[in-house]
């Protein structure tokens, strides 16, 4: 198995573009969640979906859109970015809420 | 808001030395785990324990939880150099619409030094 794999590794955009991260998992886990880590803020959840077609808000879900249309695949949208959305972006799955989630390798987002 | 806190900051030990953190939490929680990142690099799940559990091992880990004091510490025994990472402590909550968050802290840096 692949696990949880993203892309691009490292984008630059300018304020204003959008751009789409990609995440898929190939472990068939229900749970999927899109988490942003700034130095010394953690890690931050922005959106997360329970499985195909369903997706709710996180605690920083301003400027991002998500969609759920297969189990395998959870992209995270960046409408119109923004310098505060500099940030390095981790995607997770889990078989299930009660059980361990798995991260991606991350994307490094650098907005100008 | 952060509900992990881990203890100490930074770390730094020689090679074959046992490494200890520790995590403290606010509110009642499900599970929680451990995770080691590498610099620049992606989380890396070390280990899950169970709120009804209180010690766990995984090879030269050794995690604890007591959920009295709400606090769990993690034990690096025989540390290597390839030990030296940031591990973070992540507390698990179950969110409205169905799913879970977790919650990280900030994190220590251990640094094994050959």
């Known amino acids: 198995n692949a696990g949880v794999t993203q892309t691009p590794k490292f984008q630059v955009l300018k304020t204003g573009q959008s751009m789409t991260l990609q995440c898929a998992q190939d472990?068939?886990?229900?749970?999927m969640s899109w988490y942003r880590q700034d130095p010394g803020m953690g890690l931050r959840l922005i959106h997360y979906?329970?499985?195909?077609?369903?997706?709710d808000q996180g605690e920083v879900p301003n400027g991002y859109n998500v969609s759920r249309s297969t189990t395998e695949d959870f992209p995270l949208r960046l409408l119109s970015a923004a310098p505060s959305q500099t940030s390095v972006y981790f995607c997770?799955?889990?078989?299930?809420?009660?059980?361990?989630?798995?991260f991606g390798p991350g994307t490094r987002l650098l907005v100008l | 808001s952060q509900q992990g806190e881990e203890d100490p900051q930074a770390l730094s030990i020689q090679e074959g030395e046992n490494a200890t953190m520790n995590c403290s939490y606010k509110?009642?929680?499900?599970?929680l785990q451990w995770y080691r990142q590498n610099s620049g690099r992606g989380l890396v799940h070390l280990i899950l324990?169970?709120?009804?559990?209180r010690e766990k091992h995984s090879g030269r880990l050794r995690v604890t939880l007591d959920t009295s004091k709400k606090s769990s510490s993690l034990l690096i025994t025989a540390s290597r150099a390839a030990d030296t990472a940031s591990y973070f402590c992540?507390?698990?909550?179950?969110?409205?619409?169905?799913?879970?968050?977790?919650?990280f802290g900030t994190g220590t840096q251990l640094k094994v030094e050959l």
């Open positions: 509110t009642s929680i499900n599970n």
């Open positions: 997770a799955s889990s078989y299930g809420r009660k059980e361990t989630q798995y």
């Open positions: 979906s329970v499985g195909a077609g369903i997706t």
């Open positions: 472990m068939n886990h229900e749970y």
């Open positions: 324990i169970r709120s009804n559990e």
């Open positions: 992540a507390t698990d909550e179950w969110l409205t619409g169905g799913g879970n968050k977790l919650t």
